[in-house]
């Protein structure tokens, strides 16, 4: 049965269809501002592992602070090398900020952001991002859909308020779960449910 479902699953992916799914706000965390945050030698407690592979949604929470009014965020696991803040474009405008639109990982001249934990501040000159739509691919799906990394493609939101994304970007990795990923904003103009589908046009 296993192999059954698993078979029906690279089916539909062949097709260019598969799961979207919503990010809500959430941060990751170098182990420095996690302590400073925290306390020191802190480690993150998991809660709940995330669709790909060796991630996760931690216990703790931490307050971004903006111009305007203060969120709790969700600490995603497990750290990494730069502290990298996600929200939405509604995120911003009730803090407000302006982050701009990137890629995770793309930081540079990205907002500065204060941090707020239960045992410290910390105040970043960037690192505040509003996630662009992405979609994760192994290589040989990507072989398969003949889509190559960091490739531009539209994401038809498969609901009962239909809309198509421009300019969704194709990451390729080893070590992925084949997804595409939009922020709340985005999910909430399109209706999405607990269960969505999504179709890759090229």
């Known amino acids: 049965m296993d192999k059954l479902i698993q078979a029906l699953k690279e089916a539909i992916l062949a097709n260019g269809i598969l799961q979207v799914e919503t990010s809500a706000r959430h941060m990751h965390l170098s182990q420095a501002d996690l302590e400073q945050l925290f306390g020191k030698g802190y480690t993150l407690t998991p809660k709940r592992a995330l669709s790909q592979p060796g991630q ?42 302006s982050a701009p ?11 500065a952001v ?10 970043l000159s960037e690192g505040a991002i509003i996630a662009k739509a992405h979609i994760h691919m192994t290589p040989e799906m990507a072989e398969k859909l003949n889509l190559k990394d960091k490739q531009k493609v539209k994401l038809e939101i498969i609901t009962k308020r239909p809309i198509i994304l421009q300019d969704v970007i194709v990451r390729v990795d080893e070590a992925s779960s084949c997804k595409a990923h939009i922020d709340t904003d985005e999910a909430n103009a399109a209706g999405c449910e607990d269960f969505t589908l999504g179709r890759i046009i090229k």
């Open 56 to 97: 996760y949604l931690s216990e703790e929470k931490v307050t971004v602070v903006g111009p305007k009014g203060e969120k709790k965020v969700s600490v995603l696991g497990p750290v990494r090398n730069r502290t990298q803040i996600e929200l939405s474009r509604s995120d911003c405008m009730s803090l407000g900020m």
């Open 101 to 111: 639109i990137r890629l995770s990982g793309e930081l540079k001249d990205s907002e």
């Open 114 to 123: 204060v941090l707020k934990g239960p045992n410290g501040v910390v105040a």
